[in-house]
């Protein structure tokens, strides 16, 4: 995946997952958009992880995404977090914190279509 960031110019800064999702800290390039990255590292991610055996071959990736900026200040924060998400996500799930920061923001959104 750091690969993908670096060709699109919008180097990683921290990834990890779990094995439901991903966190991925990385700047925005100016002349990308967030739907360009997300089309780009799910349809990358996807052919690679078909390669590595009969298990994966049925594997893809949910339609929906989340993507979230953050300030400066914020990004050692953030980068700790990536890191420790395993921990964190045996004391809360991803979906039941996923659905705070909508809320927390005001943000109306199609729970159904971020799943899917």
């Known amino acids: 995946m750091a690969t993908i960031f670096r060709e699109v110019k919008s180097p990683s800064l921290a990834i990890d997952g779990t094995a439901d999702h991903v966190h991925i800290l990385f700047s ?7 739907a ?3 089309e780009e590292v799910k ?3 996807s052919k690679w992880i078909k390669t590595k055996g009969r298990a994966f071959r049925h594997f893809h990736w949910q339609s929906g995404y ?16 990536i890191h420790h998400q395993k921990e964190h996500d ?9 659905r705070k920061f909508p809320k927390a923001y005001g ?6 279509s971020v799943w899917e």
């Not at 953050?70 to 977090?81: E, H, P, T």
């Not at 943000?107 to 159904?112: L, Q, R, T, V």
Request: aromatic share 12%; glycine share 4%; net charge positive.
């Open 28 to 34: 925005l390039a100016r002349v990308v958009t967030i």
């Open 36 to 38: 360009a990255i997300v």
């Open 43 to 45: 349809t990358s991610t």
């Open 66 to 81: 989340g993507a979230f900026s953050i300030g400066q200040s914020n990004v050692a924060s953030l980068k700790r977090y």
């Open 90 to 98: 045996k004391r809360v799930t991803f979906q039941d914190e996923y």
């Open 107 to 112: 943000i109306d959104y199609d729970e159904k």
